[in-house]
Every structure is written in C-alpha cells, then in structure tokens.
C-alpha cells in the first residue's frame, strides 16, 4: 500500500480479505489484550486504531477501518488514514472559514471595481486568503509527512493481526 501520495492528505486503500468480516473483527477485538503499543476500539463493523495518549502529538494520525462482509469467506476492508478528528475538523473548519473570507472579499472586490471606488483593501484581503489557503495546504502536508512513520507502524499492526489467522 503506497503511503507517499502527495495530493492527498488522508490516504485510503482497500483490500478483499478472504475471511469471514465477524472473525477478522474478533483479532482486532483480541488484539486489544494482548498488546500496549496501539488503542483499539471497535463500533460494529469499524476499528479504530490509534496510539496511546502518551504517545499522540497535534499530528499524530489514526487508521480507520472498516470490515464488510461480502459472503461468508470473504469481506471487504476500507482504511482511512487521517489525523484525530478533533484535529481534522478544526483544519475544514479553517478552509471553510478561509473560503468563505475570499469569497465575500472577491465579491467586495469586484463590486467596488464595477462602480470604480477604491478596492485595494478588498483585493489584499482576496489575496491574503488565497495565500492562506496556501499555507493550511502545506501545513497539511507537512503534518502528513510527520505522521508518514507512524501511518507506517499502524499499516504494520494491521498487517500483523489480519496475516496472524490467515
């Protein structure tokens, strides 16, 4: 599973697995026992796996599975590696606020070019957000490119407990 994707700040993948959906969720649930390295919680279909508090920075990402039943030999797994949502929503909440901004101010910015009064302070502020957006994009990045290890040792756990059975 390629983790190096520049474009996307939350990398997905998924894979067929040829067991049951029931026993690979049951691993995971045991998986919660026997090891400290990783927090394991289970909602129905989905694990969740992160590392212990002690362990967690602002960047610090979180994989997301979930395991579907395609028939009784096989399932479907969908991953979904992304920071704490906590995190995730405060960053969407920043573009949206950012986008929101450079939209009022283009507008603000185009009507007071239409009927020739100043503009500059609009135009400024419509650039500041572009340049905003521009730096949110890459801190974005760069928070995944610190998180690259440590998506690299939940990818290895899980890889861990779905090969431990087969």
Do not use: C
């Not at 508090?53 to 994989?63: A, E, I, N, S, V």
């Not at 020739?116 to 957000?129: C, I, R």
């Amino acid at each position: 599973m390629p983790l190096s994707n520049d474009i996307v700040l939350r990398p997905r993948f998924k894979m067929e697995i040829p067991r049951y959906n029931e026993a690979i969720l049951s691993d995971f649930e045991n998986a919660k026992t026997t090891q400290k390295d990783f927090v394991i919680t289970r909602v129905d279909d989905h694990v969740f796996i992160k590392f212990p508090r002690d362990k967690q920075t602002f960047w610090t990402p979180q994989l997301h599975l979930e395991i579907n039943k395609i028939d009784d030999n096989s399932s479907k797994l969908h991953g979904l590696f992304g920071p704490n949502p906590t995190v995730w929503t405060l960053f969407m909440f920043l573009h949206f606020i950012v986008a929101g901004l450079f939209i009022a101010f283009a507008i603000w910015t185009y009507t007071n070019m239409t009927i020739k009064e100043s503009y500059a302070v609009q135009a400024s502020v419509t650039f500041l957000m572009v340049l905003v957006w521009i730096t949110l994009y890459f801190a974005g990045s760069i928070g995944k490119a610190s998180g690259t290890s440590d998506m690299r040792l939940l990818n290895n756990f899980m890889n861990s407990i779905l090969n431990a059975e087969s």
